[in-house]
């Protein structure tokens, strides 16, 4: 099993990731998707859900299956027309199943706190009547050291299991992001790039950076009090090798003897639903990989699944 300790670690905290999200894998993810409706501030509940497999190439006897499980609080401001505020307070499940047997572990995950700034916002009516809306916001944001990372990454006896049930990266992390709203009536296109600079932490372990780019395709069905907006997307995600004392990690079991080291990219379709119902608003979306290579294709997605609930002001 020990042989699987550099080659998952990259999994901690699959939250879609929220992480990543939350977008996927990697240390302490996040996932917007499409923002709620509201005209000051919002506040809210999301479930996310991630199944990952690994399985070693060259010895099948070595396996990890991980379900990654967060229960959050969220919320989001607008301090200003221009600009808005997000927070959002995990709490995490991790469970795993492996050739070494039953794990799990839970508790409060790292926080994260984000702010917009909107920098274009356009309205014009085209054909006489169709009104057309672009929006565009840069935004960055923290992630805190809130959840426990409570292992000592230099001891040999350190297992796979240690590591991929911790609650947090134990650093704190910075992200950056940039969002495009086009919309044409009813019809419109949300794009969103991010970018998530992870550092290093007190046990001198450091995930890697991830780069995160989502579009997502959406339609409004009104009908009273009552809009129901069907979506669907694709979504890119590629992260950095993770690092021990500031060197790469190259993995020194499975393929190719050290010659490649954690992180990887991942391509996966996007689909769900949002329902509003007056200041009450239901989502649910899935993604599914279309294409992955995580740790030389040892390290694969099955899928990832949020809910959420949410009552804006």
């Not at 926080?111 to 840069?138: A, C, R």
Request: charged fraction near 15%; hydrophobic fraction near 35%; include cysteine.
């Amino acid at each position: 099993m020990k042989k699987l300790f550099v080659a998952i670690t990259i999994l901690l905290l699959a939250l879609n990731a929220n992480a990543c999200s939350i977008c996927g894998c990697g240390g302490g993810n996040l996932y917007l998707g499409l923002y709620p409706s509201f005209d000051t501030k919002f506040i809210g509940v999301r479930y996310t859900y991630g199944d990952y497999r690994t399985i070693l190439k060259n010895d099948n006897t070595q396996f990890s299956n991980n379900t990654y499980h967060s229960y959050e609080i969220y919320a989001g401001f607008n301090l200003t027309k221009k600009w808005q505020l997000f927070t959002f307070i995990p709490y995490q499940v991790n469970n795993q199943v492996s050739d070494d047997g039953k794990s799990s572990n839970q508790g409060m995950g790292d926080i994260t706190i984000l702010t917009n700034y909107q920098i274009y916002n356009h309205h014009k009516v085209v054909d006489d009547k169709k009104l057309v809306t672009h929006k565009i916001w840069l935004g960055g944001g923290i992630k805190l050291k809130t959840g426990a990372f409570n292992i000592d990454t230099h001891d040999p006896a350190s297992t796979l299991a240690d590591v991929n049930t911790q609650m947090g990266t134990g650093a704190t992390d910075f992200l950056f992001n940039v969002r495009d709203i086009y919309q044409v009536e009813n019809s419109g296109l949300a794009t969103t790039v991010n970018y998530k600079i992870n550092n290093k932490n007190n046990q001198g372990y450091q995930f890697g950076d991830k780069f995160t780019f989502n579009t997502i395709a959406y339609y409004n069905l009104s009908s009273k009090n009552t809009v129901v907006t069907p979506n669907i997307g694709l979504m890119y995600e590629t992260v950095g090798g993770n690092k021990m004392d500031g060197s790469l990690i190259y993995l020194t079991e499975g393929l190719d003897n050290g010659s490649y080291h954690t992180g990887g990219n991942t391509f996966s379709g996007i689909g769900g639903v949002e329902v509003n119902v007056k200041k009450v608003s239901f989502g649910l979306n899935v993604q599914a990989p279309i294409q992955q290579n995580v740790a030389a294709g040892q390290v694969n997605l099955k899928w990832k699944g949020l809910f959420h609930m949410t009552l804006s002001f």
